[in-house]
């Protein structure tokens, strides 16, 4: 038997189901290949021409590796899987958004978006999190609790099933169409840092994904303390939802504003690492018709950005089934826009994408939460007539 096969046949006989690899980072698929029995010599390099394959190339069949011996590659694939996860629910909208809802593990559901470029770039929007612990009341996904963070390989595992469905791996021709990666999905990425550094390492690692860290945008609903950290960790954009340029109003539509209200939340932004008139902090703005679009609103909010290199994101507010605001008027949208690029601040008005499969984020899950859930009152109500009939 070849010196990198297995030392320990017992391993591969005490676990029935296959290992999953999509998804680990480098030093994790080193240390599945040590556990699985590769020499210790052989690791460097296997790991490494795996990660590749895995990574670059996309690959789902082992027999794909063409520079592993067939015999090492029987072996791996019977301990080893390099399987997506499911994906549930996908939902293509007329302008070409795509959302996908993606099965990470049992109740472990989780919703990505491809918003496709008009100009160059499309961006995959990932979430971080199943649910949210904080509770901002224009957003559907601040309605769902937390029920766990994800994983690296979660997250990073978002960005494959896009590149498997949008059929962008090495061997497909043409541009790429998904440029820019944004943790604008589901959950609060600052809440579960480590993890998604982790994840911005394998989605920027060159021998991999390959996504340049400028491509990669972090949004947070504003947690000061780590928002310096999260820029060394990861020389990831910034994005901050701020949505309210005055502490009362702010506080009343994102609760977090009363633990780090605005003066903190400017000067952690002041102090993020890299921060320069060529990497500018994004702020988005949801426009709440009669809340937050007055022209006094757009002067404080010019007010509060003076000397940080920044550029404000409009956001139409996207209304959901229960939703407390409504979203502005265009004209009123306009206008706002207008008093903010005046005051010299690039101020794009985002297009609504995806209208007919949105409505909005967090959405999806809750649409198959509600199904599983009726299918769980059918299973009750089975169950009920089972004991009653017993
Ligand atoms: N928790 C992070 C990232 C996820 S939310 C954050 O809050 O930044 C991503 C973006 O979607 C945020 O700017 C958020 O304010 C915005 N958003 C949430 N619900 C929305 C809605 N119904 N309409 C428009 N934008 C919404
Ligand atoms: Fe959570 Fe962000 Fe939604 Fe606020 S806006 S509830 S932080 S996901």
Redesign the pocket.
Known sequence: MSAELYKNPALKTAQPALIPLAGLGRVELAQALEDFGIAPKQIRMRSKQIFHWIYNYGVTDWDAMTNITKDLRVKLAETFSLKRPEILDKQVSVDGTRKYLIRMAPGIEVESVFIPAVSKTGALCVSSQVG?T?T?K????GTQRLVRNLTAAEIALQVMVARDDLDEWPSSSGERKMTNIV???????LYNMNEVAKAIDIICDCEGLSFGRRRITL???GVVPEIVNAGEKTSAML???L?AANDELRSEIMPINKKYPLKALMEACRAYPGLSNSRRITF?Y?MLKDINDSPRHAKELINLLRGIPAKVNL??????PG?PYECSDWETIESFADQVNAAGYASPIRTPRGRDILA??GQLRSESEKLRASERRKLEKQHLENVETT
């Open positions: 949210c904080l901002c224009f957003c559907h996904t943790f604008m999905g589901m959950g609060e990425p949004s947070t609903s994005a901050i939802s949505h988005e949801v956001i139409p507010f996207n209304p959901w939703s909005a984020c």
